[in-house]
């Protein structure tokens, strides 16, 4: 079993910054692909980022190449989001996932562990 606890949201500022963090607990963080994902009121769960466990291989959709980073303190468990120039349209629960592998997924049922999710608000 894995748990996860995400946190770091708040309110920011077009342009602002935040970084997300995700606390995993359990034996199996380094069997696990680590991602985020994002959920806009009425909109679907979206993929964010992804990273597998060695830091090599990151993976983001194209909207968000260049603004966020994600990477993991594979010492202390957790997994980062580091998000900038940050943009209204960004704002949306942010939710921590894991899944059993090592290839990357971006469809929010290919993972098998969430955290609570976390709110992002951008105000313009």
């Known amino acids: 079993q894995v748990q996860l606890v995400d946190s770091g949201g708040g309110l920011v500022q077009a342009g602002g910054s935040l970084r997300l963090s995700c606390a995993a607990s359990?034996?199996?963080?380094?069997?696990?692909?680590m991602a985020w994902f994002r959920q806009a009121p009425g909109k679907e769960r979206e993929f964010v980022a992804g990273?597998?466990?060695?830091?090599?291989?990151?993976y983001y959709v194209d909207s968000m190449k260049g603004r966020f980073t994600i990477s993991r303190d594979n010492t202390k468990n957790t997994v980062y989001l580091q998000m900038i120039s940050l943009k209204p349209e960004d704002t949306a629960v942010y939710y921590c996932?894991?899944?059993?592998?090592?290839?990357?997924?971006?469809?929010?049922?290919?993972?098998?562990?969430w955290g609570q999710g976390t709110q992002v608000t951008v105000s313009s």
């Open positions: 996932a894991a899944r059993a592998g090592v290839l990357v997924r971006t469809r929010s049922y290919e993972y098998d562990y």
């Open positions: 359990g034996r199996t963080f380094r069997q696990n692909y």
């Open positions: 990273i597998s466990w060695s830091n090599v291989s990151s």
